[in-house]
């Protein structure tokens, strides 16, 4: 999904129910329901989505409204994603940890 969004630091959840063509009141609703969505709130307390959240409001939509996913099928693909994320990263990290090893040894022979 493409969104006609031009690149701001933050939008408003107006901005963008107009560019997802959905109820501000959705929005709203998939704040509460999904924690990777952290809109700051301004002095008049409405809510300022950053660029990232709108990256997750994407995948959110896209879960959700494309492939029918329920709210609690999207929240365990979403977790399981970030799981999987975490877990690269440890596998990552272990890797290189074992190249400096490996490099070490190397060098002592």
């Not at 998939?30 to 709108?54: C, H, Q, S, Y």
């Not at 365990?76 to 890797?95: N, P, R, W, Y």
């Amino acid at each position: 999904m493409h969104l006609d969004l031009p690149e701001k630091r933050y939008y408003s959840i107006g901005e963008l129910a107009k560019a997802f063509d959905v109820n501000a009141s959705l929005i709203r609703f998939w704040d509460k329901e999904f924690d990777i969505l952290k809109p700051k709130k301004n002095a008049k307390g409405n809510r300022m989505f950053t660029p990232e959240d709108v990256k997750n409001l994407q995948l959110i939509y896209h879960l959700v409204k494309e492939r029918g996913f329920t709210l609690d099928g999207a929240k365990v693909h979403l977790k399981e994603g970030q799981k999987k994320t975490l877990d690269k990263f440890e596998i990552i990290s272990k890797l290189e940890a074992i190249k400096t090893q490996l490099t070490n040894i190397k060098n002592e022979l």
